[in-house]
């Protein structure tokens, strides 16, 4: 029997080596079951026979799971089914929408295209027929636009949902307030008008997305304002497209002309966004990877992390969507139910965020990261949404100092240029933020801001613009008194062979006996040349400065890393010859002297033995 070849199944793709799905099988099986009661039977007579067949209450999930695959897989058919799947709801359709929903997280990302088509025939039969919470289920189709995969499917799906939209306008318009679809369908249409707006073949699908957005900012602002500062940062992803200018005045100039009872951004800011809205920024598939992922993270190699970079975060919209996981994995609840330590949050919070290509990119993952410290109000609460970025600030002062250095300028940046207006607020809000990770024992901030690796530069700009005390200098302990005999004591000419042969004792020991003044030393080298590249840094150009943060943060054992990225670099240099001046060849070439400064004057011509050979 095991020689027989596998029965395919009509809903799933699935690869040689795949097992049959158990669901799948248990929809042909019901399906089967309503085909043998109504064979070619007249309307009426089919829908006398499956009534009697869901007279026994355990055979009604079977039929409806049943008549539920003719509608994906019979579109001739797909009618008849669905109107004795409304005859057998009788008005409940707890049962049909549960299993809906199963197909949409469970089998959706494997479906066939047909059956991916016919969701959509489901979708307009329930909306025509107006049945209860169908809004909800809606929901889980959307969120499968947030996969990373083919960009092409991505906006098949989005199409499909727009028109279903502008299509039944009227019951869109009729949802009750606070629905949670129009923040779900606002975050995943913004996010794909960002990728879209430069992309031709997808000018209809964006300008359509951008309408349906104005729409509901206008007219239903109070279901947009469910996620609260989320939607300030949604906006801002959007503020250059001339579509949404006048939002951002009303936002800012004239808040009643939104909503009568709202007072203006800092309302919004001070708000957080619930959780259940930003769990649909990402796909259930790639959820689940991520809960795998930070369960088993403290045992898990790179590999891991890899494999969610190749299969979500590296598509046309990663960009984006890797912004979008960050704010996911920030209100993820770390606990003993979701077995999910806050420690692998902030390590894979670091790598993702580090992991980031363009310039543009990583300053918006940056602004992801940190956004809940910039809008922080101890009056709202939500201490929680800080500890993540906290850890992973201390994380990336060990894996990747340069950019942990680069998180906390882009703090004293962003405290005065994302609007001068709210220049004081959002200063008091990191203010605030910091105060409440020591008062909530999150942590120390003085652990991050008077860690040996942020560059003094840095480190002060941070101390003066968030008004943070300067550390005051460690008192020695006083020490026991010193015997007078001793304390007398004082070396001889003739200690000094003894002194040298102390040190050639210790420089014999084991490096864990050996003192530790070589390392200091070396931390000490290493804090001056990150000091100085910081410096250097902030003269030299934007389009040039990713570049050398990532050579200077790659270990110095990894030469073939640092191969690479010296290649990037110069390959950058190259393409952008034009914004080369003698002082720019200046300072980069300063640069290069002080990443690749021990490789280049550790160097000896000669060995160690050479002179005493000759002699």
Same mark, same amino acid.
């Given at each position: 029997s095991s020689n027989l070849p596998k029965k395919q199944g009509k809903i799933l793709n699935l690869g040689p080596h795949e097992q049959r799905d158990e669901m799948e099988e248990k929809l042909? &099986?019901?399906?089967?079951l309503v085909v043998s009661r109504i064979g070619n039977l007249q309307e009426r007579e089919a829908h006398d026979q499956l009534l009697q067949v869901v007279a026994d209450q355990k055979m009604y999930d079977v039929v409806i799971g049943g008549l539920l695959y003719g509608v994906l897989l019979d579109p001739v058919n797909a009618s008849k089914y669905y109107k004795a799947m409304t005859l057998l709801s009788n008005g409940s359709w707890f049962c049909a929408l549960c299993t809906m929903n199963m197909v949409l997280i469970e089998m959706y990302p494997r479906m066939h295209a047909e059956p991916r088509d016919q969701i959509f025939f489901f979708f307009r039969e329930s909306i025509k027929v107006n049945v209860p919470k169908i809004d909800n289920v809606l929901i889980n189709l959307i969120r499968n636009a947030n996969d990373g995969g083919d960009l092409k499917e991505s906006c098949k799906l989005l199409t499909g949902v727009v028109s279903l939209m502008n299509e039944h306008h009227a019951w869109l318009s009729g949802l009750k307030p606070k629905a949670s679809l129009i923040p779900v369908a606002l975050l995943t249409f913004s996010r794909f008008i960002y990728e879209l707006t430069m992309a031709s073949q997808y000018e209809t699908l964006c300008s359509q997305m951008i309408n349906l957005c104005q729409w509901w900012l206008k007219e239903r602002f109070a279901d947009c304002a469910q996620l609260g500062r989320d939607l300030v940062l949604l906006l801002m992803h959007l503020s250059k497209l001339p579509q949404f200018t006048a939002i951002w005045r009303q936002l800012l100039y004239a808040p009643n002309k939104l909503s009568s009872d709202f007072n203006g951004i800092e309302e919004l800011m001070a +708000?957080?966004?619930?959780? &259940?809205?930003?769990?649909?920024?990402?796909?259930?598939?790639?959820?689940?990877?991520?809960?795998?992922?930070?369960?088993?993270?403290?045992?898990?190699?790179?590999?891991?992390?890899?494999?969610? +970079?190749?299969?979500?975060?590296?598509?046309?919209?990663?960009?984006?969507?890797?912004?979008?996981?960050?704010?996911?994995? =920030?209100?993820?609840? /770390?606990n003993e139910t979701t077995q999910c330590s806050a420690e692998a949050r902030a390590i894979?919070?670091?790598?993702?965020? *580090?992991?980031?290509?363009?310039?543009?990119?990583?300053?918006? /993952?940056?602004?992801n990261l940190l956004w809940d410290w910039l809008c922080y109000d101890p009056s709202v609460g939500g201490h929680i949404w800080l500890e993540p970025g906290y850890n992973a600030l201390r994380h990336l002062l060990h894996m990747q100092p340069l950019l942990a250095n680069s998180l906390l300028d882009f703090l004293v940046r962003m405290s005065a240029e994302l609007h001068p207006p709210l220049r004081a607020r959002i200063t008091t809000s990191v203010a605030n933020a910091l105060k409440a990770i020591s008062d909530f024992n999150i942590g120390s901030p003085s652990t991050i801001i008077d860690h040996h690796m942020v560059q003094k530069s840095v480190r002060e700009a941070f101390r003066e613009t968030f008004k943070i005390p300067a550390r005051s200098a460690v008192v020695p302990s006083p020490t026991a008194p010193v015997p007078s005999g001793e304390n007398k004591q004082t070396p001889s000419a003739g200690d000094g062979p003894s002194q040298s042969g102390s040190g050639e004792s210790l420089s014999k020991l084991p490096k864990a006996l050996q003192p530790?003044?070589?390392?200091? #030393?070396?931390?000490?080298?290493?804090?001056?040349?990150?000091?100085? =590249?910081?410096?250097?840094? *902030?003269?030299?150009? #934007?389009?040039?400065?990713?570049?050398?943060?990532?050579?200077?943060?790659?270990?110095?054992?990894? &030469?073939?890393? +640092?191969?690479?990225?010296?290649?990037?670099?110069?390959?950058?240099?190259?393409?952008?010859?034009?914004?080369?001046?003698? #002082?720019?060849?200046?300072?980069?070439?300063?640069?290069?002297?002080?990443?690749?400064?021990?490789?280049?004057?550790s160097r000896k011509p000669l060995p160690d033995d050479f002179i005493p050979s000759l002699e």
């Open positions: 042909e &099986n019901g399906f089967a +708000r957080p966004c619930p959780y &259940n809205l930003l769990t649909h920024h990402i796909s259930v598939t790639f959820m689940r990877k991520m809960e795998f992922i930070l369960k088993y993270l403290p045992t898990a190699q790179e590999k891991h992390i890899e494999w969610i +970079r190749l299969k979500h975060l590296s598509g046309a919209d990663s960009g984006s969507l890797r912004a979008a996981w960050i704010r996911s994995a =920030i209100y993820m609840p /770390c894979l919070l670091a790598t993702i965020t *580090a992991q980031s290509t363009s310039g543009v990119e990583q300053q918006w /993952c940056k602004l530790e003044t070589t390392s200091v #030393e070396l931390s000490e080298e290493m804090d001056g040349s990150d000091e100085k =590249i910081g410096a250097l840094l *902030a003269a030299i150009k #934007e389009e040039f400065r990713d570049g050398i943060e990532s050579l200077s943060a790659a270990s110095s054992a990894d &030469n073939e890393a +640092r191969c690479e990225l010296t290649n990037r670099l110069i390959s950058s240099l190259f393409d952008n010859y034009e914004l080369l001046d003698s #002082e720019q060849v200046e300072l980069i070439a300063e640069c290069f002297l002080t990443i690749f400064r021990k490789q280049l004057f």
